[in-house]
Structures are given as C-alpha cells and as structure tokens.
C-alpha cells in the first residue's frame, strides 16, 4: 500500500531551527510537496521536490532523497507565525497526490 | 489513518459538458467537506465548504451555479462542473474533518480534470 510518515507533532523555540522528516512509500514518484497549514485555512504550497538535493527558499528549506524515500522541510530562524501543520505529499506515478497525515508545530516562546 | 477517496481520478470531457466528482470518507464521518482547486506548484485554493445536510459555502469568486456541491450524507459530497470549459481543466482535491476547527483534515487524492 502507499503511505506516508511523518511526526504527529513537535515543538521547537523561538528563533532556533526545526527538521521535519517525511518517509514514504509509494506507487511510483511524480515529485513531493510539501505544505503549510494553519488551523481553519487552506494549505499553502511551500515546496516542491522531484530530483534528489536540497532546495533553499529563505528561511524554508526542503531535501529529497528519492532513492531513500524521504524528505526533509527545514525551518530556521523560527516565527511564532510558524506555528501550523506541515503537510507532506507525494505524488505518484498515477499523478494521484498521497497526503501524509501533518506535523503540528508548536513554536514556543 | 483516516481515508478519503475520490472518483474518478481523472477525467476528461468536451466543452459544455457535465462532470461530477466524489468524494468519500471512507472510515470516518465527516461533518465538513473541503473543495480545493490545485495550481501547478501552488497553494491549494479553496472553493466551497461544505456542511452535511445544509447549503455548501462557497469562496468569493467561485460561481456556486457552476460548481454544484451536495453534501448529502456524512460521507460523500459531490461537485458537479456544469457546462465545463478549458479554462476549468484542472486538479480538484477535497477534503473532510470530522469535527470542529482544530480537527484534523484528510485529503483526498485529486482529480485531474481535462475539458478539450
């Protein structure tokens, strides 16, 4: 079956930096996303990877290792506004999108 | 975890036709129905909320004649493309949440719409 791991939840402080993982296993790989959610809002695209490196937009960073499964989401220099679900995503080989289940972030103080 | 399907999972139809898409919970009921449009490497951009048993609300820019959306029961909604056009090809996702706000929600694996 096709699944998508990663934490339930994590806290991190203010202004320090935080790694989201993100394994996967799936039919397939047309590139993953990853996604930003607050409560009651729509999720807003922050990544996209298809080839296996890192890629760097300012304070949001995301790494892929295809051959691996797994995905990274680096934030640093933490915000209070930071505080939301992380979404991973893959997309197979059918272009279906396979949503993991978030990371809720908790930035304290 | 919980799962929501969608069918079909692409489409493709001539101008001026209809198209209806499904969305299901499949192990949960689901107060709350989401209905996303997906750009290419971009936000996800809500159309409508939808609420079991009562009128779907749609975002400001979104034509509710357009995009018919029933919420019939706890574990399917629908939107209907009415009369669709080129402009309309694209990957439409939902969503659905159990309970309040701060409920998690589970999203569903698209359908990518083609109108030739």
């Known amino acids: 079956g096709q699944n998508i791991d990663q934490p339930t939840e994590m806290t991190a402080t203010e202004g320090a930096i935080v790694q989201i993982n993100c394994t996967y296993q799936?039919?397939?790989?047309?590139?993953l996303f990853w996604y930003q959610q607050h409560a009651g809002e729509a999720p807003t695209f922050l990544s996209y990877?298809?080839l296996d490196g890192l890629e760097e937009k300012g304070r949001f960073s995301s790494f892929l290792s295809r051959s691996k499964g797994y995905s990274y989401l680096l934030l640093k220099e933490l915000q209070m506004k930071d505080s939301a679900s992380y979404l991973c995503?893959?997309?197979?080989?059918?272009?279906?999108?396979?949503w993991g289940a978030g990371t809720k972030l908790i930035i304290k103080p | 975890g919980a799962v929501v399907s969608q069918h079909p999972s692409w489409v493709i139809c001539k101008s001026g036709t209809s198209v209806k898409i499904e969305c299901r919970s499949l192990?949960?009921?689901?107060?709350?129905m989401f209905w996303y449009r997906q750009f290419p490497k971009q936000s996800l951009m809500l159309m409508a909320t939808?609420?079991?048993?009562?009128?779907?609300?749609?975002e400001q820019g979104v034509e509710k004649d357009k995009f018919l959306i029933n919420h019939a029961s706890l574990t399917l909604s629908t939107l209907t493309v009415t009369s669709a056009h080129p402009e309309d090809s694209s990957f439409y996702i939902c969503?659905?949440?159990?309970?309040?706000?701060?409920?998690?929600?589970?999203f569903g694996p698209g359908t990518r719409l083609t109108v030739l």
């Open positions: 995503v893959v997309m197979d080989s059918n272009y279906q999108l396979i």
């Open positions: 990877n298809v």
């Open positions: 799936t039919s397939g790989f047309n590139g």
């Open positions: 939808s609420n079991e048993g009562s009128k779907a609300t749609y």
């Open positions: 192990d949960f009921q689901a107060t709350t």
């Open positions: 969503s659905a949440r159990a309970g309040d706000v701060t409920d998690t929600q589970y």
